[in-house]
């Protein structure tokens, strides 16, 4: 062997010692300056709504809750679980008068200390881990690598130093439950959950299987479901007479199929029912749950440590069910990721799921920020404490879709209902080490997966960021979104006027609407100069569009003369059945200047067109 291939060799083996060394006090600094940093930079904004809402309750407005909040148009949409506890974390900032009433206009100091509680519940769900993985039989010392594996999974760790969610309140107490669960104190196992189910009813999903799979009495179940029921019913009593808790918490504004609460009803199949015009279909989500429940019921544990595997695979085909057969908003995944984790470190090859953990989150990220774009993705700089630098305008040159949305968004979403099997199916009792204590030889893998998972959402991030601060920028910009014009048959048009601020205009980005319905036709978009010769030409085929979605057309310099006026045309070139699309467009009677006004059907409108153009 020669001098250099043994050189070679031994610097190699020296990097991989160094990457499997055992979990280090760096390894938790390493942790704790990320997450920190992520707390300071990121924030999406369901937490200012929520954390917003509780303020009604600081201003004694307790039976009038969701009434009160109402009137400041801004609408809770949960049950009171959640407003009460951000309520009481949030008594320091009415105390000093930095948030006197309900809203979502927070300030930086008021966003950051209501993402502070749920982060401090995060980080004592790692506790509370290491205590279900020391029932689970791992030991100390594994037990301390799966809680630190849960808390760096770059899912989790996105959906709650970055995406800023309180879904980690729900999920804490569920995993307080099954700590009492595997400690076989059943009255604390449903007493958690009934508190769980207050914040969020999936709660129940895993709730049922793992009751029916220990208890067999009938009696006994009915009775632990009405306990479960208790807390919920009772917070449903409180404010079941008021129009604003009917409206939105079990419809989310009043449409429950489209709503949150109605996402298990949204895949399935048609079997022939149907009426007038509406036709039934059996719910994949509901059939599989079912099912589960049932296969539950009619196994029992052959020993304790098929037990505590099965309890994991069960939760596991449980979240397959709920993630994988229903549609999902990104951060509500942390709650299955300490599941996931656990049966992970169960297994008798931990160190392939730490890999397929990565790819699952490059996956995630390339799917979301084409799904939400401008809300989950470089738009998340908007509510941090760089704020004041972006001014809400992030995006405005580059957006992450632009950078890594290389995949098409129907084969993300594939690949990722895939892995949530694959974390499931295989996560069987027949998979798992016999010893559930062995060690496992996979801290490079763990090092990399959180590292290289962070990286994947947050150096993109970046780089939008940097965009942001060069030309060109926006000349003519409206985002106040009040309602929508219309596009509905061959010929109709709606344009915007605006005033050229730049020599040459580099994109044009406006939303679109489809009205519930998939629009088969085209919209093209001519862009024209004062004496309407035409300047840019692009169509769309509209079947694609989704609901709320940015439209990007790449005019690639157009040139134009600083002060003059030009007009974007907006018409239904081809429109084939049902077609209705719409331009979102601002409110009426706008101030500022007159030219800068929308013409639809014709006639000059008051208000303008939801647009940015790019000079």
């Known amino acids: 062997m020669s001098q250099k291939h043994q050189k070679s060799q031994a610097r190699s083996i020296s990097v991989n010692a160094i990457a499997e060394k055992p979990l280090l006090i760096w390894d938790y600094v390493a942790f704790a300056a990320i997450a920190v940093f992520c707390f300071l930079v990121f924030q999406q904004s369901d937490l200012l709504h929520t954390a917003g809402c509780s303020y009604g309750y600081l201003n004694g407005h307790f039976r009038d809750f969701y009434d009160y909040c109402g009137t400041f148009d801004i609408h809770p949409a949960y049950m009171p679980s959640f407003y009460l506890i951000f309520a009481i974390w949030n008594i320091p900032m009415r105390l000093f008068g930095i948030v006197t009433f309900p809203t979502e206009n927070l300030p930086v100091l008021a966003i950051l200390w209501a993402k502070l509680l749920p982060c401090l519940i995060y980080v004592a769900s790692g506790v509370l881990i290491y205590h279900i993985a020391i029932l689970a039989g791992m030991g100390s010392k594994k037990s301390k690598l799966c809680a630190y594996a849960c808390l760096t999974m770059p899912v989790a760790f996105y959906a709650q130093f970055i995406f800023g969610q309180y879904d980690i309140i729900m999920t804490f107490c569920v995993l307080l439950g099954v700590y009492y669960y595997l400690k076989k104190k059943d009255i604390w196992f449903i007493f958690w959950f009934a508190i769980a189910m207050t914040f969020k009813y999936s709660a129940l999903l895993i709730f049922a299987p793992l009751l029916l799979y220990r208890e067999k009495n009938v009696w006994k179940i009915l009775v632990s479901c009405v306990l479960l029921m208790v807390p919920f019913v009772l917070e449903f009593l409180v404010y079941r007479n008021s129009p604003v808790f009917q409206a939105y918490v079990f419809g989310f504004g009043g449409n429950a199929v489209s709503s949150p609460t109605g996402y298990i009803m949204n895949a399935g199949y048609y079997t022939g029912f149907e009426l007038s015009t509406f036709h039934y ?161 996979c801290m490079g893998w ?170």
């Open 446 to 615: 763990m090092r990399t997966r959180f590292i290289g998972g962070v990286a994947i959402f947050v150096v993109p991030a970046f780089v939008c960021l940097m965009a942001y601060f060069k030309a060109p920028y926006a000349g003519y910009k409206v985002e106040n979104v009040h309602s929508q014009v219309q596009l509905c048959e061959l010929g109709d048009e709606v344009s915007q006027t605006f005033c050229a601020t730049g020599n040459s205009i580099d994109k044009i980005r406006f939303v679109a609407g489809v009205n519930d319905r998939v629009n088969k036709g085209y919209v093209k978009l001519t862009v024209k100069d004062s004496d309407d010769k035409i300047l840019y030409e692009q169509d769309w085929e509209t079947s694609g569009w989704l609901e709320d979605r940015i439209i990007t057309a790449n005019l690639n310099g157009v040139p134009t003369t600083p002060g003059e006026y030009y007009t974007a045309v907006f018409e239904v070139t081809q429109a084939n059945g049902d077609y209705a699309v719409s331009i979102y467009r601002s409110e009426d009677n706008v101030t500022g200047d007159k030219k800068e006004i929308a013409e639809a059907d014709g006639k000059k409108q008051s208000y303008q067109l939801e647009m940015i153009v790019y000079q």
């Open 281 to 441: 279909e059996v719910s994949f989500a509901v059939l599989a749950f079912g099912t589960l429940c049932a296969w539950c019921y009619f196994n029992k544990p052959t020993d304790d440590r098929n037990f505590v595997n099965t309890v994991f695979y069960i939760c596991c085909l449980a979240f397959f069910v709920l993630f994988g057969l229903s549609k999902w908003h990104p951060q509500w995944l942390l709650f299955a990721v300490p599941f996931w984790v656990i049966s992970s470190f169960l297994h008798k090859d931990t160190k392939i799921f730490m890999i397929l953990d990565l790819i699952f989150m490059l996956v995630y990220t390339i799917f979301n920020v084409q799904m939400i774009p401008n809300n989950v993705d470089q738009a998340m700089f908007n509510n941090g404490i760089l704020r004041s630098l972006v001014n809400g305008n992030i995006g405005t040159e580059l957006m992450m879709e632009d950078l890594i949305a290389k995949l098409d968004k129907s084969l993300c979403l594939s690949i990722l209902t895939m892995m949530m099997l694959v974390y499931a199916v295989f996560k069987h009792p027949k998979y798992c080490a016999q010893n559930p204590a062995q060690e496992v030889s």
